[in-house]
């Protein structure tokens, strides 16, 4: 037992170590690495991880999977196949191949058979450690996978982004179809692809462009019940051996077409694919139905140039601020608007809602944030614009009379509302109406995609609890600073006998202390410090151009307000740290010397502050010593 207990102390630790590099390897070089770990650990003749190919409907080996012997590989698939319906029912198999105890350990992942471990030994091992195995390694495959979909999620959101960006700006179909082509060959190498369009249009002949037919019997064709409903369509062809998927092209105002995807066989389409196909195809008719929309407006050439530079430069990865103020820009000029709101759904907001920079001084009173959740709520039931030429019958009080409130709307999704209204009533024209409706479609997805950028910037450079820097971040801050400043510190905070808070009060009081100390953090930042949470219950701050006696004094003020005003009260140990052109330091160097620094607080009775100089030397401040 004690040997056994060992071996899965053992493999937890190669874990560890394997989840530590996920971000460096993929899922199948990680599934590699894990089976050549358990080679060594189980002194295995031979160990191989399987996973299931959902595109080809069978079992592969992860990436240089193979054993090297080419008669040990046939005999063990021989050996899989002979007992391939035990592991789909999620049992251990155990056998002997080639003189050698053989186990087929199935590994699920969410309920579902997502492959098996496949090892040989020399001797039978107990039941009670293939038990763990199993356990251990599952574990470890749900949290590899939940990265790895992650990631790969983070990857389709930066694929749909990038093409969205492409094609905003454009305005040839051509352009558009050719481009489609290309990226939907380079996503499914495998696949052959047809671009089914509602309408008669003289395409490059090198392009796999079709008209959809309209005669009687097409009606009970799937790419025409594609296009009639705007669903998804699936579809097996048995004798051919194939699969096909339909994805209607669908605009804010209609479905202009079918793209038509052929699987080289039959296949199974998971619910994920066929949402980020179905994102490319909508993507891609909101670009023909914009295309579409230029080409049948030129008489309006004054209205389109206006709307045309306005996507130029919403197309320019603006932020927020900058895009509301090209969009007011547009509007006030177009319009002669009165006053303009940005009114954007945030569910994670008390209000719900948030206005956005950019808006006129009326939607930050108290009746213009009133307002503002009127519309709000009236675009949530409704899921219409309102043009009224005079809405103050509608909500009591308002000053304005004209009003377009026109949703911000994507993908089926209202993202919020933005608002136009003028003193007099009947003011704005209808053209006017249509106008703002078309360059809000326009504007709208590059004003969401804005404010998703930030928010997965400010998630990927931001702790979640804390609502400071990331260490990561805090590195790369640091190594900036040493490429051109000529000096800078660094503080490091440890909350003393923070395990104790989480005995005393839970895991949540504790969560709450960090918090505070962040915050007292916070009130104490000049304008270029960079906060950052360490690690655990560890804080930093980096000052750019700070001597370390700043520093220091810095951190006892910290240390002082932390020690008299938390609750429950708590106690700091800092580790101070600097580096200037002259030291030659590395960011590494800084980093050592505070958290050595940082040790000796802790070392010498906690709840003061400590100077690393240079020399490896540790020096106490006197108005942080330690209560004796």
Same mark, same amino acid.
Request: overall charge negative.
């Given at each position: 037992?004690?040997?056994?207990?060992?071996?899965?102390?053992?493999?937890?630790?190669?874990?560890?170590?394997?989840?530590?590099?996920?971000?460096?390897?993929?899922?199948?070089?990680?599934?590699?690495?894990?089976?050549?770990?358990?080679?060594?650990?189980?002194?295995?003749?031979?160990?191989?991880?399987?996973?299931?190919?959902?595109?080809?409907?069978?079992?592969?080996?992860?990436?240089?999977?193979?054993?090297?012997?080419?008669?040990?590989?046939?005999?063990?698939?021989?050996?899989?196949?002979?007992?391939?319906?035990?592991?789909?029912?999620?049992?251990?198999?155990?056998?002997?191949?080639?003189?050698?105890?053989?186990?087929?350990?199935?590994?699920?992942?969410?309920?579902?058979?997502?492959?098996?471990?496949?090892?040989?030994?020399?001797?039978?091992?107990?039941?009670?450690?293939?038990?763990?195995?199993?356990?251990?390694?599952?574990?470890?495959?749900?949290?590899?996978?939940?990265?790895?979909?992650?990631?790969?999620?983070?990857?389709?959101?930066?694929?749909?982004?990038?093409?969205?960006?492409?094609?905003?700006?454009?305005?040839?179909?051509?352009?558009?179809?050719?481009?489609?082509?290309?990226? &939907?060959?380079?996503?499914?190498?495998?696949?052959?692809?047809?671009?089914?369009?509602?309408?008669?249009?003289?395409?490059?002949?090198?392009?796999?462009?079709?008209?959809?037919?309209?005669?009687?019997?097409?009606?009970?064709?799937?790419?025409?019940?594609?296009?009639?409903?705007?669903?998804?369509?699936?579809?097996?062809?048995?004798?051919?051996?194939?699969?096909?998927?339909?994805?209607?092209?669908?605009?804010?105002?209609?479905?202009?077409?079918?793209?038509?995807?052929?699987?080289?066989?039959?296949?199974?389409?998971?619910?994920?694919?066929?949402?980020?196909?179905?994102?490319?195809?909508?993507?891609?008719?909101?670009?023909?139905?914009?295309?579409?929309?230029?080409?049948?407006?030129?008489?309006?050439?004054?209205?389109?140039?206006?709307?045309?530079?306005?996507?130029?430069?919403?197309?320019?990865?603006?932020?927020?601020?900058?895009?509301?103020?090209?969009?007011?820009?547009?509007?006030?000029?177009?319009?002669?608007?009165?006053?303009?709101?940005?009114?954007?759904?945030?569910?994670?907001?008390?209000?719900?809602?948030?206005?956005?920079?950019?808006?006129?001084?009326?939607?930050?009173?108290?009746?213009?944030?009133?307002?503002?959740?009127? &519309?709000?709520?009236?675009?949530?039931?409704?899921?219409?614009?309102?043009?009224?030429?005079?809405?103050?019958?509608?909500?009591?009080?308002?000053?304005?009379?004209?009003?377009?409130?026109?949703?911000?709307?994507?993908?089926?999704?209202?993202?919020?509302?933005?608002?136009?209204?003028?003193?007099?009533?009947?003011?704005?024209?209808?053209?006017?109406?249509?106008?703002?409706?078309?360059?809000?479609?326009?504007?709208?997805?590059?004003?969401?995609?804005?404010?998703?950028?930030?928010?997965?910037?400010?998630?990927?450079?931001?702790?979640?609890?804390?609502?400071?820097?990331?260490?990561?971040?805090?590195?790369?801050?640091?190594?900036?600073?040493?490429?051109?400043?000529?000096?800078?510190?660094?503080?490091?905070?440890?909350?003393?006998?923070?395990?104790?808070?989480?005995?005393?009060?839970?895991?949540?009081?504790?969560?709450?202390?960090?918090?505070?100390?962040?915050?007292?953090?916070? &009130?104490?930042?000049?304008?270029?410090?960079?906060?950052?949470?360490?690690?655990?219950?560890?804080?930093?701050?980096?000052?750019?151009?700070?001597?370390?006696?700043?520093?220091?004094?810095?951190?006892?003020?910290?240390?002082?307000?932390?020690?008299?005003?938390?609750?429950?009260?708590?106690?700091?140990?800092?580790?101070?740290?600097?580096?200037?052109?002259?030291?030659?330091?590395?960011?590494?160097?800084?980093?050592?010397?505070?958290?050595?620094?940082?040790?000796?607080?802790?070392?010498?009775?906690?709840?003061?502050?400590?100077?690393?100089?240079?020399?490896?030397?540790?020096?106490?401040?006197?108005?942080?010593?330690?209560?004796?």
């Amino acid at each position: 037992m004690a040997s056994q207990k060992k071996l899965i102390e053992k493999l937890r630790s190669i874990f560890f170590e394997l989840i530590s590099d996920v971000a460096t390897y993929s899922y199948d070089e990680l599934l590699f690495m894990l089976a050549q770990q358990l080679n060594s650990l189980l002194h295995t003749k031979h160990a191989a991880i399987y996973v299931y190919n959902n595109w080809d409907k069978k079992y592969e080996l992860s990436t240089n999977g193979k054993h090297g012997d080419e008669l040990l590989d046939e005999i063990m698939s021989q050996f899989i196949n002979q007992n391939l319906s035990f592991i789909e029912r999620n049992q251990i198999v155990q056998g002997t191949v080639n003189y050698k105890e053989t186990y087929i350990i199935p590994l699920q992942l969410d309920k579902e058979l997502a492959g098996f471990l496949l090892f040989s030994v020399d001797k039978d091992i107990t039941k009670e450690l293939v038990d763990s195995l199993k356990c251990e390694i599952e574990q470890f495959l749900k949290i590899i996978n939940y990265y790895q979909v992650g990631k790969d999620n983070e990857r389709k959101s930066k694929f749909l982004y990038d093409l969205t960006s492409h094609f905003y700006s454009s305005i040839n179909k051509n352009d558009i179809l050719t481009e489609t082509t290309r990226t &939907l060959r380079k996503l499914y190498p495998r696949f052959t692809f047809y671009i089914l369009l509602s309408q008669d249009y003289k395409a490059d002949s090198t392009l796999p462009v079709k008209e959809i037919e309209y005669s009687d019997d097409a009606t009970k064709r799937v790419s025409t019940q594609a296009f009639i409903t705007g669903e998804v369509q699936l579809e097996d062809r048995v004798k051919e051996k194939k699969s096909c998927l339909y994805a209607p092209l669908r605009g804010n105002q209609g479905v202009y077409g079918v793209i038509q995807f052929v699987a080289p066989q039959t296949v199974d389409y998971s619910q994920e694919e066929i949402e980020f196909i179905t994102e490319i195809a909508n993507i891609v008719g909101k670009a023909i139905e914009n295309a579409t929309l230029y080409q049948h407006s030129r008489h309006l050439v004054k209205d389109l140039k206006r709307i045309n530079d306005a996507t130029h430069q919403l197309n320019s990865n603006l932020k927020i601020a900058e895009i509301t103020e090209v969009m007011r820009q547009q509007i006030m000029d177009t319009c002669n608007a009165t006053q303009v709101g940005f009114i954007y759904s945030n569910e994670e907001s008390d209000k719900l809602f948030d206005v956005l920079s950019g808006s006129t001084d009326y939607f930050y009173t108290k009746q213009g944030q009133a307002f503002a959740e009127y &519309l709000i709520n009236q675009m949530n039931t409704e899921k219409e614009a309102i043009f009224s030429g005079d809405l103050s019958k509608d909500f009591n009080g308002l000053p304005y009379r004209s009003v377009m409130a026109i949703p911000m709307l994507q993908s089926a999704k209202i993202y919020g509302v933005i608002v136009i209204m003028h003193d007099e009533s009947y003011y704005f024209s209808f053209e006017n109406f249509k106008l703002m409706q078309s360059l809000i479609q326009h504007s709208t997805l590059a004003l969401t995609n804005s404010i998703l950028k930030e928010k997965l910037e400010n998630a990927v450079i931001k702790d979640y609890l804390t609502k400071l820097y990331s260490r990561k971040y805090l590195d790369e801050k640091i190594q900036l600073h040493m490429e051109t400043d000529e000096k800078g510190t660094l503080i490091l905070f440890d909350i003393d006998d923070f395990k104790m808070v989480n005995d005393t009060y839970g895991h949540h009081v504790g969560d709450e202390v960090i918090i505070q100390v962040a915050q007292i953090i916070t &009130l104490h930042l000049g304008q270029n410090d960079i906060p950052a949470r360490w690690g655990g219950e560890e804080l930093a701050i980096y000052l750019p151009d700070v001597s370390i006696d700043d520093g220091v004094f810095l951190a006892s003020q910290i240390r002082k307000q932390v020690e008299n005003f938390t609750n429950p009260l708590i106690t700091l140990s800092c580790g101070v740290s600097t580096w200037s052109g002259k030291s030659n330091d590395s960011v590494r160097d800084v980093f050592l010397r505070a958290d050595k620094a940082l040790y000796e607080a802790k070392k010498i009775g906690k709840n003061c502050v400590v100077k690393g100089e240079w020399n490896s030397q540790f020096s106490l401040t006197e108005e942080s010593a330690p209560n004796q």
